[in-house]
T-cell receptor, first 120, second 111 residues
Framework: DAGVIQSPRHEVTEMGQEVTLRCKPI?????LFWYRQTMMRGLELLIY????????DSGMPEDRFSAKMPNASFSTLKIQPSEPRDSAVYFC??????????????????FGPGTRLTVL | EDQVTQSPEALRLQEGESSSLNCSYT??????LFWYRQDPGKGPEFLFT???AGEEKEKERLKATLTKKESFLHITAPKPEDSATYLC????????????FGPGTRLSVLP
């Protein structure tokens, strides 16, 4: 398997522009996560989906951020309008969710290579 | 509030000098504790999952252990290629599949 695929790997844009980040999860994984990593705040969960449905978006910082998962093999994270403080590395991860209430149920998340976003 | 802390923030070892990294957590109802390795410019790479106190997992020079309040990642006779940032994350029973990540420990192994 190719692992989690993200594009683009690097994005440089100007303040106010729309930015769209893309993710293809590992085939057969039905949970997908978007994270943001910065030096100051570390790795933060933004939103996650189960079976293409958003489950928890409490980490999405503002209404400028939106995420969609139109099918099991594709998700987007959009920032509109972008601001310099959005500069970070954005990671997508996928997993096979463990069974609720089952001990030792596997929940490992597998990460993509990330998109380094710079907003000037 | 669930919290995950890691210590030390950074660690420099000589090749062959064994040591341990610490991950302390405060969470109501631990579902799992996960260790990851992250190389510069790359995404975190999964290493281990631990589910209950007393559990241990090993992989090459790495061994992870878990108690009710913390986890240790023991590195035996490290090599320069073990240099990376090591992240731990916890998953609580009340938070679905959310992971809460610690800030990481930057490990440098000098030849």
């Amino acid at each position: 398997d190719a692992g989690v695929i993200q594009s683009p790997r690097h994005e440089v844009t100007e303040m106010g522009q729309e930015v769209t980040l893309r993710c293809k999860p590992i085939s057969g994984h039905n949970s997908l996560f978007w994270y943001r990593q910065t030096m100051m705040r570390g790795l933060e969960l933004l939103i996650y989906f189960n079976n293409n449905v958003p489950i928890d978006d409490s980490g999405m910082p503002e209404d400028r951020f939106s995420a969609k998962m139109p099918n099991a093999s594709f998700s987007t994270l959009k920032i509109q309008p972008s601001e310099p403080r959005d500069s970070a590395v954005y990671f997508c991860a996928s997993s096979i969710p463990g069974l609720a209430g089952v001990h030792n149920s596997y929940n490992e998340q597998f990460f993509g290579p990330g998109t380094r976003l710079t907003v000037l | 509030e669930d919290q995950v802390t890691q210590s030390p923030e950074a660690l420099r070892l000589q090749e062959g000098e064994s040591s341990s990294l610490n991950c302390s957590y405060t969470v109501s109802g631990l579902r799992g504790l996960f260790w990851y390795r992250q190389d510069p410019g790359k995404g975190p790479e999964f290493l281990f999952t631990l589910y209950s106190a007393g559990e241990e997992k090993e992989k090459e020079r790495l061994k992870a252990t878990l108690t009710k309040k913390e986890s240790f990642l023991h590195i035996t006779a490290p090599k320069p290629e073990d240099s990376a940032t090591y992240l731990c994350a916890v998953q609580a029973r009340n938070y679905g599949q959310n992971f809460v990540f610690g800030p990481g420990t930057r490990l440098s192994v000098l030849p």
